[in-house]
């Protein structure tokens, strides 16, 4: 067999060779950061270069479990030697024993696993649009959304998510979607109508700009769902799986879903995510040929969340959460308070953000030159959104690197 070496990485090239071979070749949809990482271990990641850095980004709040952990790693391994991918037309052990494991952990009823985080919110969308549907025999229901939020770019998704400036070119959406104002339950009040079928939110906004959605407020909203039979649909695809010191953020005020999205640190970098619904949507909203996907559920997607599952216990990852997270708001109001161009942190447990008065793009680049991977959320806010297993030793390096960064401004 003879091997072409332009398809296959090729020893001597280098860093910056690749990314200019990627500016050709890859469709320009993202600004990307000039680095190649090419390896993780525990909160690290490496360049190609051999170069190290500390990870507060985690692949965007997926790579909960840290790098290479052995047992995730092994159980991924035995899965591929098994089988990898079958059909939603048969039965398969992994995607069973994840579904009775996130049943257990959301108090959920009824699973349906996707590809990513925009297809749980396409699911959740079909599923209330069923519901209503099947209630009153009409189309035409209204979905209420949050400004500022997100939920994705398949178009459902975007359809929902607040901000015109990702909608704009790709009107029309889906149609019939209002937009009220996180925490101002007169907004949502406002447009409550009989045709409503759902109101959507995540309960942490994440993208928008780390703002969490008060109890007061999920607590109005769970009544009005009740008194008119509408569904409440929390998308928990950055804030859930632990990340603010809960298995998903809802539990924290007990304002349980009717149907909850479920991705990113769900299968901690395989690409997984879910739609979860209670017993009652999931026996009146989609039934046979009304959903489906190739892919969704796999035996290897579906191993992965197993196993995430069984170390968020195993390693308890939650009380974990808790501890480290309440040390990383100490660290983050002290850097708050020592440079007054920060105005804010916000947040909850491992999902921080800090609000500056002007853009953080140079910061953030600044800080990945001194070993440290950050994200932004918006021009004017950093976001914390770390592998779960960080240590309070790696939140102090973290601290360290970044006032270095942003006392070279001053
Ligand atoms: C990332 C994200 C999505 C979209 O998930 P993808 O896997 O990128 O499609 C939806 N909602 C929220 C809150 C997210 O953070």
Not at 89 to 115: C, H, Q, W
Not at 358 to 378: F, T
């Amino acid at each position: 067999m003879s091997e072409n070496m332009s398809d296959n990485m090729n020893e001597n090239m280098s860093m910056q060779e690749y990314i200019e071979e990627a500016e050709r070749d890859l469709l320009h949809t993202y600004n990307r950061y000039q680095v190649v990482f090419d390896k993780g271990e525990g909160v690290y990641l490496y360049d190609m270069e051999g170069k190290k850095y500390l990870d507060f980004v985690a692949g965007i709040a997926v790579f909960a479990l840290g790098y290479g952990n052995r047992d995730y790693n092994d159980a991924l391994k035995a899965q591929i030697d098994k089988i990898i991918h079958t059909s939603n037309y048969y039965y398969n052990v992994p995607a069973i024993e994840a579904a009775r494991k996130l049943k257990k952990v959301s108090g959920m009823d009824r699973v349906f696993f996707t590809n990513s985080g925009a297809e749980a919110v396409e699911g959740a969308i079909k599923a209330a649009r069923k519901y209503a549907y099947l209630k009153d025999g009409t189309t035409d229901h209204e979905i209420i959304a949050m400004e500022h939020s997100f939920h994705g770019r398949t178009m459902g998704a975007l359809s929902v998510t607040g901000n015109p400036h990702y909608r704009e070119a790709f009107e029309p959406g889906i149609g019939n979607i209002r937009f009220a104002k996180l925490n101002d339950i007169d907004s949502v009040r406002e447009l409550v109508n009989e045709k409503t079928c759902a109101i959507l939110l995540e309960t942490v906004q994440g993208e928008g700009g780390i703002f969490p959605a008060e109890e007061s407020f999920l607590k109005e909203l769970r009544k009005i769902c009740d008194e008119r039979d509408i569904l409440l649909i929390l998308d928990e695809i950055q804030c859930g799986m632990g990340r603010t010191g809960y298995m998903f953020a809802w539990q924290k005020y007990g304002v349980k879903p009717d149907i909850m999205m479920c991705a990113k640190a769900l299968g901690c970098g395989v690409p997984v995510g879910a739609f979860l619904m209670t017993e009652k949507v999931g026996t009146h909203s989609l039934a046979a040929s009304d959903h489906g996907t190739t892919y969704g559920g796999n035996p290897l997607a579906c191993a992965a969340v197993s196993r995430v599952l069984d170390l968020f216990e195993e390693n308890h990852i939650i009380e974990h959460v808790r501890k480290v997270g309440a040390y990383l708001e100490k660290r983050l109001d002290e850097l708050a308070a020592k440079y007054d161009f920060i105005t804010e942190r916000r947040g909850a447990g491992l999902l921080q953000g800090l609000v500056f008065d002007r853009p953080v793009a140079e910061y953030i680049a600044q800080a990945l030159k001194d070993g440290l991977v950050l994200i932004n959320a918006g021009a004017n806010i950093i976001r914390f959104v770390p592998p779960l297993v960080i240590t309070e030793e790696d939140v102090d390096k973290m601290i360290e690197i970044l006032d270095g960064a942003l006392s070279g401004s001053r």
